[in-house]
Antibody, heavy 125, light 109 residues
Framework: QVTLRESGPALVKPTQTLTLTCTFS??????????VSWIRQTPGKALEWLAR???????YYSTSLKTRLTISKDTSKNQVVLTLTNMDPVDTATYYC?????????????????WGQGTLVTVSS | QSALTQPPSASGSPGQSVTISCTGT?????????VSWYQQYPGKAPKLMIF???KRPSGVPDRFSGSKSGNTASLTVSGLQAEDEADYYC?????????FGTGTKVTVL
């Protein structure tokens, strides 16, 4: 059974750095074809893909946010960490981590099969 | 990448069909078949309903179907049921990035 859970601060101040942790079970991020992405959803309900890390440690970032984002993984702890620097009120959102779709020999890094429950982060002074 | 365009709302009576469009560009929706659709209930995480334009993950009812023509993808829900009332989002994967649609709220009348 695959599960993911996001954790991190509920409130951050403008200009601070946000650090979120995704703790997962039911798969290993050292296994070929596995990937974890971070996706956020604003209060207005828009979804935005942020970053992805693959089983081989390849990393990919949203074009619009790549200067502020860093993604990393700790395979031994089954965790993926996302940092977002220089937080602004517009970064207020629910942040999700999600694992890609894998079924038998088929997989695709662009489909999100398993999601965490999300964590709401509010940016306010 | 800009968000894909979806109508804000769609509705239908129980048993009817509703179709949601998702319009992108030749760089995303029109450039490959990596289109997916997600269903989201209030306060819950999205759920994958369709991938690769028209394929259903295990457990998704065959009332849900997808298609694509040019730069526009579509999700059709046939035989609407009360439980289908939710928000729906399309997504396209291209150039190592994913982009989502603006979302459509489906109401079952």
């Amino acid at each position: 059974q695959v599960t993911l859970r996001e954790s991190g601060p509920a409130l951050v101040k403008p200009t601070q750095t946000l650090t979120l942790t995704c703790t997962f079970s039911g798969f290993s991020l050292s296994t070929s074809r596995m990937c974890v992405s971070w996706i956020r959803q604003t209060p207005g309900k828009a979804l935005e893909w942020l970053a992805r890390i693959d089983w081989d440690d390849a990393k990919y970032y949203s074009t619009s946010l790549k200067t502020r984002l860093t993604i990393s993984k700790d395979t031994s702890k089954n965790q993926v960490v996302l940092t977002l620097t220089n937080m602004d009120p517009v970064d207020t959102a629910t942040y999700y981590c999600a694992r890609n779709y894998v079924s038998g020999s088929y997989y695709n890094v662009g489909y999100f099969q398993y999601w965490g429950q999300g964590t709401l982060v509010t940016v306010s002074s | 990448q800009s968000a894909l365009t979806q109508p804000p709302s769609a509705s239908g009576s129980p048993g009817q069909s509703v179709t949601i469009s998702c319009t992108g560009t030749s760089s995303d929706v029109g450039g490959n078949n990596f289109v997916s659709w997600y269903q989201q209930y209030p306060g819950k995480a999205p759920k994958l309903m369709i991938f690769e334009v028209s394929k259903r993950p295990s457990g998704v009812p065959d009332r849900f179907s997808g298609s694509k023509s040019g730069n526009t993808a579509s999700l059709t829900v046939s035989g609407l049921q009360a439980e289908d009332e939710a928000d729906y989002y399309c997504s396209s994967y291209a150039g190592s990035n994913s982009v989502f649609g603006t979302g459509t709220k489906v109401t079952v009348l």
